[in-house]
T-cell receptor, first 113, second 113 residues
Framework: SQKIEQNSEALNIQEGKTATLTCNYTNYSPAYLQWYRQDPGRGPVFLLLIRENEKEKRKERLKVTFDTTLKQSLFHVTASQPADSATYLCALDVLDSNYQLIWGAGTKLIIKP | DGGITQSPKYLFRKEGQNVTLSCEQNLNHDAMYWYRQDPGQGLRLIYYSQIVNDFQKGDIAEGYSVSREKKESFPLTVTSAQKNPTAFYLC????????????FGPGTRLTVT
């Protein structure tokens, strides 16, 4: 079956350290992968998009990698701050999906001061 | 301000009643989506629409209905046929060309007792 997996356990990180979240998928060949941030009781907010032919993408303190051989994306938050605490969702776009995204369940990131 | 709005934020209904959730956007986006979010699960697509007067079923359309009479509006009706309607409902939109990210509303939390 087709699956997209994110670590369901919360990730606790000390402020200032780098947080790394994973997104693994099976049986897809995504054209690109997106990462969103979701705060409690609110809608997701787009952060970054990486295409299948890109290895790495950066935006300020955020970095995303995409390994289509391993079928995995890593999301890094460097110099983490308590304000980075949120749930982070990954979403795959498969070209034949009629503009639909396939969503992971998200990983909760907690940055401790 | 441009954006996507959902109302109400919280909604309570008795079992057996139909309820309509509002979604409005002023972003001039062609595509609109309704998702359901449950704890520990990825966003699941209920319905989507790419143009006015046309919409498609998503993965979990049973017990739901939608309309798209105007480009700006995509209301979702949760009918009494939906067996487990209590959830967080998210509406999203995106342009059909030029951008891959989805823009989300703040969500409606529906509780049915």
């Amino acid at each position: 079956s087709q699956k997209i997996e994110q670590n369901s356990e919360a990730l606790n990180i000390q402020e200032g350290k780098t947080a790394t979240l994973t997104c693994n998928y099976t049986n897809y060949s995504p054209a690109y992968l997106q990462w969103y941030r979701q705060d409690p009781g609110r809608g997701p907010v787009f952060l970054l998009l990486i295409r299948e032919n890109e290895k790495e993408k950066r935006k300020e303190r955020l970095k995303v990698t995409f390994d289509t051989t391993l079928k995995q994306s890593l999301f890094h938050v460097t110099a983490s701050q308590p304000a980075d605490s949120a749930t982070y969702l990954c979403a795959l776009d498969v070209l034949d999906s009629n503009y639909q995204l396939i969503w992971g369940a998200g990983t909760k990131l907690i940055i401790k001061p | 301000d441009g954006g996507i709005t959902q109302s109400p934020k919280y909604l309570f209904r008795k079992e057996g009643q139909n309820v309509t959730l509002s979604c409005e956007q002023n972003l001039n986006h062609d595509a609109m989506y309704w998702y359901r979010q449950d704890p520990g699960q990825g966003l699941r697509l209920i319905y989507y629409s790419q143009i006015v007067n046309d919409f498609q079923k998503g993965d979990i359309a049973e017990g739901y209905s939608v309309s798209r009479e105007k480009k700006e509006s995509f209301p979702l009706t949760v009918t009494s046929a939906q067996k487990n309607p209590t959830a967080f409902y998210l509406c999203a939109s995106k342009p059909l060309a030029g951008s891959y990210e989805q823009y989300f509303g703040p969500g409606t939390r529906l509780t049915v007792t």
